[in-house]
């Protein structure tokens, strides 16, 4: 497997070298591509997985890329990384582009991390229990919580909780706001309310 590995790293750096100069090394059991300080892709497995970004997350879970799990101290942590099937290798210049995307994705991604690096446990609502369950649908810190929002967050944490409640959407948007789900601003209650009650409709509706 590993020599099926480091044949994947030199078949995707070959193919996006018109990128620029891309650099490799060890990262989550696996290896890491970079341009520059942007680690834009992973290869594990003998298979090359991008990163995502909130604008083209939702394309790549259309297009049925399967997500990379990460096993750390036994918890499954899924990372927005998704892996690129064959049909995708044959479609080099859409392959590049999602690359591309991944990249500058990460540049902003890395500049709002240095504005806010604090960790997910030291916002409001946020106790241990919960920062390991944003761990587990890819959201590791303060940055990347404001960045998906807490709608969004809120959906993928029913992936892994069953429903999770509109007090959980509440203590999200107040992390990202920085007040007490108690004290949240009336307007933001009532926006995640009404959603809140359009998506437990809808997620009946399916279940029946």
Same mark, same amino acid.
């Given at each position: 497997?590993?020599?099926?590995?480091?044949?994947?790293?030199?078949?995707?750096?070959?193919?996006?070298?018109?990128?620029?100069?891309?650099?490799?090394?060890?990262?989550?059991?696996?290896?890491?591509?970079?341009?520059?300080?942007?680690?834009?892709?992973?290869?594990?497995?003998?298979?090359?997985?991008?990163?995502?970004?909130?604008?083209?997350?939702?394309?790549?879970?259309?297009?049925?890329?399967?997500?990379?799990?990460?096993?750390?101290?036994?918890?499954?942590?899924?990372?927005?990384?998704?892996?690129?099937?064959?049909?995708?290798?044959?479609?080099?210049? %859409? =392959?590049?582009?999602?690359? +591309?995307?991944?990249?500058?994705?990460? *540049?902003?991604?890395? @500049?709002?991390?240095?504005?806010?690096?604090?960790?997910?446990?030291?916002?409001?609502?946020?106790?241990?229990?919960?920062?390991?369950?944003?761990?587990?649908?890819?959201?590791?810190?303060?940055?990347?919580?404001?960045?998906?929002?807490?709608?969004?967050?809120?959906?993928?944490?029913?992936?892994?909780?069953?429903?999770?409640?509109?007090?959980?959407?509440?203590?999200?948007?107040?992390?990202?706001?920085?007040?007490?789900?108690?004290?949240?601003?009336?307007?933001?209650?009532? %926006? =995640?309310?009404?959603?809140? +009650?359009?998506?437990?409709?809808?997620? *009946?509706?399916?279940? @029946?």
């Amino acid at each position: 497997m590993l020599n099926e590995t480091k044949k994947k790293i030199a078949q995707s750096i070959a193919l996006l070298s018109p990128l620029g100069v891309i650099h490799s090394r060890p990262q989550f059991g696996g290896y890491s591509l970079s341009y520059g300080d942007a680690m834009f892709a992973l290869v594990a497995d003998g298979e090359l997985y991008l990163r995502a970004t909130n604008e083209n997350e939702e394309i790549m879970r259309q297009m049925a890329m399967r997500q990379f799990v990460y096993h750390k101290r036994g918890i499954e942590i899924l990372l927005r990384y998704f892996q690129v099937g064959e049909s995708l290798w044959q479609q080099p210049e %859409r =392959l590049i582009k999602l690359a +591309n995307d991944a990249i500058r994705g990460m *540049q902003i991604e890395k @500049a709002a991390k240095k504005n806010d690096p604090r960790r997910l446990k030291d916002l409001p609502n946020i106790n241990l229990s919960m920062e390991r369950m944003l761990w587990q649908i890819g959201v590791k810190n303060s940055a990347e919580l404001r960045m998906q929002g807490a709608i969004k967050t809120y959906v993928k944490l029913c992936s892994v909780k069953k429903v999770p409640g509109i007090l959980t959407l509440f203590a999200l948007e107040g992390a990202i706001l920085g007040y007490h789900m108690s004290v949240l601003p009336v307007p933001s209650r009532a %926006r =995640l309310t009404d959603w809140f +009650n359009i998506f437990t409709q809808e997620e *009946q509706g399916i279940r @029946a």
